[in-house]
């Protein structure tokens, strides 16, 4: 005969049922455990299954006759990066790392994007995006403001996967609630443990993923959102006095980090249908995900770099909202001088009003 | 063991008062009041009984006696004519309180005479030996019924009003160990004497061996009443008393000290010269004493005696204020500098992960299909209150030997 032995949600001790009170008792942190919450919970570990892959069937779509004719793909000899463009945009830099770009070819291969969300911004705006981003940061240097000279702006369709996908998800939530009180010779804490748990499922729509291995992942993540819903089906003449970026990570690698934040976001909205607890923490999740679509679509990106001591500083503005994101060097004296300023002032303050209460007690 | 005792009665010995006399009394210090003729007594509890004893007997005219003994007496007494005897042979004066043990026959009786009849009936006699009978120990009886003995005593007021003296009788500083030279005795009692009069408060200072089996403030305020101290029919005044064999002191104080010094303020006293004190720096503990007590007597005529909310800081506790400003103001400036420079850093930086995908969620796609809330489990933690610091820390108030109303504490230092 077997003999079974259940564990305490709270400490993990052996627990026992208590024949008194009808419910389950830990010996070692004194939890009590309702019998209906460890049956349901112990059903529920057994029906999580492992996530199965996911068949995409994306094929993808070539290109038309003609299209390629007048496309140029211009090669960086520093960092691999490819763009492409007509034959008049004669570009001089790389947009990526600002080198050089010594290498021209004949346009060929690869798939034709989907869709294409369209420039909405100028090169104008862009510049105006840059002085703004240098407003009200003190410990920006000076001179990195007065002596930046940018290397170049270029408007790039930076090639993106985007993923259509349907969510179910089982997920359990560790939720406690916390009440204090006191008599005359303790202050007393109880903490009330709740499993809740939730099932249900959640659609997204065209989820991005930068199909560029030249471009920054974190880059393009942080000038997002993109409204999707403006985007349109791919002409090539939206390519026109811009360069665009072709994929050279696919679908299948890029699905990732998709489901990665999908997976994420689906705990996240999910939790916070878990209402009037203190504390709410996912404990066991299961997210089977359903592919609904891939598609492949040009991004519009405004690129910007320049150079700071020796370092590459690359500015991104989303060509669609105008987010404008790039991270800004630290000027460590200014940091130094400001960090003593406050210091100094503050201390000196305090001293002074702490020795004058003190005069006066 | 109490019930068999109470088969005999008790009888008042009348014929016992005449045959005592007056001048016996006097001699009072040299009787031997704890008998113990079974050897239950190790020498020391017999001293510190027969001293407790004597205190009573000298504080309230009537001697206390206890006799512990077999039933060898019966060949040629009854047990009330063996207690006369008893009494008799210990040459106890014409106020007398005894209580006489049989421990073979388990008998005992209570005889009382003199004044000790304004306060002993034959259901109070029941009630003092009940108090001995309580207790466990031979020693711990012999203390209980001397207690339940005085409590009658001090609570009719039996101590001879004359036995209190009307006028000082010693001067302001008295000082039985030597603890102060000549020269600081004089500038001391030069001082009490100044301030006593001026604030018409006496302002008194003891110094002891050591102390008897009574707390150290008791000790001191029937030291103050027994030797006269204390301006007006209320007494005015307070004593510091040093015990310096157990380094014990007391502090008391009646009349309009009552009002002067509440047991907050009395602790505020305690730090002025509890400090020099600890050091053995006597002379400088005593000035400030008395400096302190006429600052309070000071405050009190003003209607405001020292209580909480108006004590003052010490110099001690200002410096250690000061100390903690200082570091209190420099760990808020470096967290405050920390904090400000962070978030101006923190600006510099604007490429980040997005890890979720909110801004892609079609719009009406979130459906709930099973939400079950469910209680698990219940844990109830506690942890022990900080007791305040002003609860029972003393200086409360109480009464003398004499039922005199004093208020003060008692400590070490």
């Given at each position: 005969m077997?003999?079974?032995?259940?564990?305490?949600?709270?400490c993990?001790?052996?627990?026992?049922?208590?024949?008194?009170?009808?419910?389950?008792?830990?010996?070692?942190?004194?939890?009590?455990?309702?019998?209906?919450?460890?049956?349901?919970?112990?059903?529920?570990?057994?029906?999580?299954?492992?996530?199965?892959?996911?068949?995409?069937g994306?094929?993808?779509?070539?290109?038309r006759?003609?299209?390629?004719?007048?496309?140029?793909?211009?090669?960086?000899?520093?960092?691999?990066?490819?763009?492409?463009?007509?034959?008049?945009?004669g570009?001089?830099?790389?947009?990526?790392?600002?080198?050089?770009?010594v290498?021209?070819?004949?346009?060929?291969?690869?798939?034709?994007?989907?869709?294409?969300?369209?420039?909405?911004?100028s090169?104008k705006?862009?510049?105006?995006a840059?002085?703004?981003?240098?407003v009200?940061?003190?410990?920006?240097?000076?001179?990195?403001k007065?002596r930046n000279h940018?290397?170049?702006?270029k408007?790039?369709?930076v090639?993106?996967?985007?993923?259509?996908?349907?969510?179910?998800?089982?997920?359990?939530?560790?939720?406690?609630?916390?009440?204090?009180?006191?008599?005359?010779?303790?202050?007393?804490?109880?903490?009330?443990?709740y499993?809740?748990?939730?099932?249900?499922?959640?659609?997204?729509?065209?989820?991005?993923?930068?199909?560029?291995?030249?471009?920054d992942?974190?880059?393009?993540e942080?000038?997002?959102?993109?409204?999707?819903q403006?985007?349109?089906d791919?002409?090539?003449a939206?390519?026109?006095g811009?360069?665009?970026?072709?994929?050279?990570?696919?679908?299948?690698?890029?699905?990732?980090?998709?489901?990665?934040?999908?997976?994420?976001?689906?705990?996240s909205?999910?939790?916070?249908t878990?209402?009037?607890y203190?504390?709410?923490?996912?404990?066991?999740?299961?997210?089977?995900?359903?592919?609904g679509?891939?598609?492949?679509?040009?991004?519009?990106?405004w690129?910007?770099?320049?150079?700071?001591?020796?370092?590459k500083?690359?500015?991104?503005?989303?060509g669609?909202?105008?987010?404008f994101?790039?991270?800004l060097p630290?000027?460590?004296?200014?940091?130094?001088?400001?960090?003593?300023k406050?210091?100094?002032?503050?201390?000196?303050?305090l001293?002074?009003a702490?020795?004058?209460?003190?005069?006066?007690? | 063991?109490n019930?068999?005792?109470?088969?005999?009665t008790?009888?008042?010995?009348?014929v016992?008062?005449?045959?005592?006399?007056?001048?016996?009394?006097?001699?009072a210090?040299?009787?031997?009041l704890?008998?113990?003729?079974?050897?239950?007594?190790?020498?020391?509890?017999?001293?510190?009984?027969?001293?407790?004893?004597?205190?009573?007997?000298?504080?309230y005219g009537?001697?206390?006696?206890?006799f512990?003994?077999?039933?060898?007496?019966?060949?040629?007494?009854?047990?009330?004519?063996?207690?006369?005897?008893?009494?008799?042979?210990?040459n106890?004066?014409?106020?007398?309180?005894?209580?006489?043990?049989d421990?073979?026959s388990?008998?005992?009786?209570?005889?009382?005479?003199?004044?000790?009849?304004?306060?002993?009936?034959?259901?109070?006699?029941?009630?003092?030996?009940?108090?001995?009978?309580?207790?466990?120990?031979?020693?711990?009886?012999?203390?209980?019924?001397?207690n339940?003995?005085?409590?009658l005593l001090?609570?009719?007021?039996?101590?001879?009003?004359?036995?209190?003296?009307?006028?000082?009788?010693?001067?302001?500083?008295?000082?039985?160990?030597?603890?102060l030279?000549?020269?600081?005795?004089?500038?001391?009692?030069?001082?009490?004497?100044?301030i006593?009069?001026?604030?018409?408060f006496?302002?008194?200072?003891?110094v002891?061996?050591?102390?008897?089996?009574?707390?150290?403030?008791l000790?001191?305020?029937?030291?103050?009443?027994?030797?006269?101290?204390?301006?007006?029919?209320?007494?005015?005044?307070?004593?510091?008393?040093?015990?310096?064999?157990?380094?014990?002191?007391?502090?008391?104080s009646?009349?309009?000290?009552?009002?002067?010094?509440t047991?907050?303020g009395q602790?505020?006293?305690?730090?002025?010269?509890?400090?020099?004190?600890?050091?053995?720096?006597?002379?400088?503990a005593?000035?400030?004493?008395a400096?302190?007590?006429?600052?309070?007597v000071?405050?009190?005529?003003?209607?405001?005696?020292?209580?909480?909310?108006?004590?003052?800081?010490?110099?001690?506790?200002?410096?250690?204020?000061?100390?903690?400003?200082?570091?209190?103001?420099?760990?808020?400036?470096?967290?405050?500098?920390?904090?400000?420079?962070?978030?101006?850093?923190?600006?510099?930086i604007?490429?980040?992960?997005?890890?979720?995908?909110?801004?892609?969620?079609?719009?009406?796609?979130?459906?709930?299909?099973?939400?079950?809330?469910?209680?698990?489990?219940?844990?109830?933690?506690?942890?022990?209150?900080?007791?305040?610091?002003?609860?029972?820390?003393?200086?409360?108030?109480?009464?003398s030997?004499?039922?005199?109303?004093?208020?003060?504490?008692?400590?070490?230092?």
């Amino acid at each position: 005969m077997d003999l079974l032995e259940y564990k305490c949600p709270n400490c993990g001790g052996a627990i026992g049922f208590d024949p008194a009170k009808q419910e389950l008792l830990c010996p070692y942190c004194d939890s009590v455990i309702s019998v209906e919450a460890l049956k349901s919970m112990d059903e529920e570990l057994q029906r999580a299954q492992e996530n199965q892959p996911i068949d995409w069937g994306y094929e993808g779509e070539q290109w038309r006759e003609g299209e390629q004719a007048g496309m140029v793909v211009y090669s960086c000899n520093s960092c691999s990066g490819e763009i492409i463009g007509d034959e008049t945009l004669g570009a001089t830099t790389c947009p990526f790392c600002g080198n050089a770009v010594v290498m021209t070819s004949k346009f060929a291969g690869t798939l034709r994007p989907d869709v294409v969300i369209p420039f909405k911004t100028s090169k104008k705006e862009a510049l105006a995006a840059l002085e703004k981003h240098y407003v009200g940061k003190r410990l920006l240097p000076r001179v990195f403001k007065d002596r930046n000279h940018l290397d170049e702006i270029k408007g790039v369709y930076v090639p993106f996967w985007l993923f259509d996908v349907d969510a179910n998800a089982q997920i359990d939530y560790h939720a406690t609630t916390v009440r204090f009180w006191s008599d005359s010779d303790y202050n007393y804490t109880e903490t009330s443990v709740y499993r809740a748990y939730r099932e249900g499922t959640i659609g997204f729509n065209r989820v991005p993923v930068d199909g560029s291995e030249a471009m920054d992942d974190t880059l393009m993540e942080a000038i997002e959102p993109f409204e999707m819903q403006e985007a349109v089906d791919f002409q090539t003449a939206y390519l026109a006095g811009y360069f665009a970026n072709k994929y050279d990570v696919d679908a299948e690698q890029s699905v990732e980090r998709a489901n990665e934040r999908i997976k994420n976001s689906t705990e996240s909205a999910f939790a916070e249908t878990v209402q009037g607890y203190d504390t709410v923490a996912a404990r066991n999740t299961n997210i089977q995900l359903q592919s609904g679509g891939i598609c492949y679509a040009l991004l519009p990106v405004w690129l910007l770099g320049t150079s700071w001591q020796g370092n590459k500083y690359t500015f991104a503005m989303n060509g669609q909202t105008g987010k404008f994101v790039g991270d800004l060097p630290l000027d460590k004296a200014a940091y130094k001088s400001w960090f003593l300023k406050i210091f100094g002032i503050t201390t000196a303050v305090l001293l002074a009003a702490s020795q004058i209460i003190v005069t006066f007690l | 063991m109490n019930k068999k005792y109470r088969i005999l009665t008790i009888i008042l010995i009348a014929v016992l008062l005449a045959v005592l006399a007056a001048p016996i009394s006097v001699l009072a210090a040299e009787k031997t009041l704890i008998v113990d003729e079974i050897g239950k007594l190790s020498d020391s509890e017999k001293a510190t009984l027969n001293a407790q004893a004597q205190r009573i007997s000298e504080t309230y005219g009537v001697d206390v006696a206890f006799f512990l003994v077999t039933d060898a007496y019966k060949t040629d007494y009854t047990l009330p004519e063996y207690t006369e005897a008893c009494y008799k042979k210990q040459n106890m004066g014409q106020n007398g309180v005894i209580l006489l043990v049989d421990e073979v026959s388990m008998k005992w009786y209570i005889a009382y005479t003199g004044t000790a009849m304004d306060v002993l009936t034959e259901q109070k006699a029941e009630d003092v030996f009940d108090a001995y009978d309580e207790e466990d120990t031979y020693y711990d009886r012999i203390v209980a019924y001397l207690n339940a003995v005085e409590t009658l005593l001090s609570t009719q007021g039996s101590a001879s009003v004359n036995s209190l003296p009307a006028d000082r009788q010693l001067p302001r500083f008295v000082d039985k160990v030597g603890l102060l030279n000549e020269q600081q005795a004089e500038q001391l009692t030069k001082k009490l004497d100044e301030i006593s009069q001026r604030q018409q408060f006496d302002v008194v200072v003891a110094v002891v061996p050591e102390l008897d089996h009574r707390e150290a403030r008791l000790f001191a305020a029937d030291f103050y009443e027994q030797n006269g101290f204390g301006f007006g029919k209320d007494m005015d005044g307070a004593i510091l008393l040093l015990a310096t064999k157990d380094r014990d002191f007391g502090f008391a104080s009646c009349g309009f000290g009552l009002t002067a010094f509440t047991p907050v303020g009395q602790e505020y006293l305690d730090k002025l010269f509890l400090p020099y004190l600890k050091k053995d720096q006597y002379f400088e503990a005593f000035m400030a004493y008395a400096d302190g007590v006429d600052d309070f007597v000071t405050k009190a005529k003003a209607g405001e005696p020292y209580d909480k909310g108006n004590i003052p800081k010490t110099p001690e506790e200002k410096f250690k204020m000061r100390l903690n400003g200082v570091w209190i103001s420099l760990v808020v400036a470096l967290l405050l500098a920390l904090g400000i420079t962070s978030s101006w850093k923190r600006q510099l930086i604007s490429v980040r992960r997005e890890d979720l995908a909110h801004a892609y969620v079609r719009e009406g796609s979130v459906i709930l299909n099973v939400q079950n809330d469910q209680f698990l489990y219940r844990n109830v933690s506690r942890t022990l209150r900080p007791k305040d610091k002003d609860r029972g820390s003393g200086g409360g108030s109480f009464s003398s030997s004499s039922g005199t109303s004093f208020t003060g504490h008692s400590g070490k230092y």
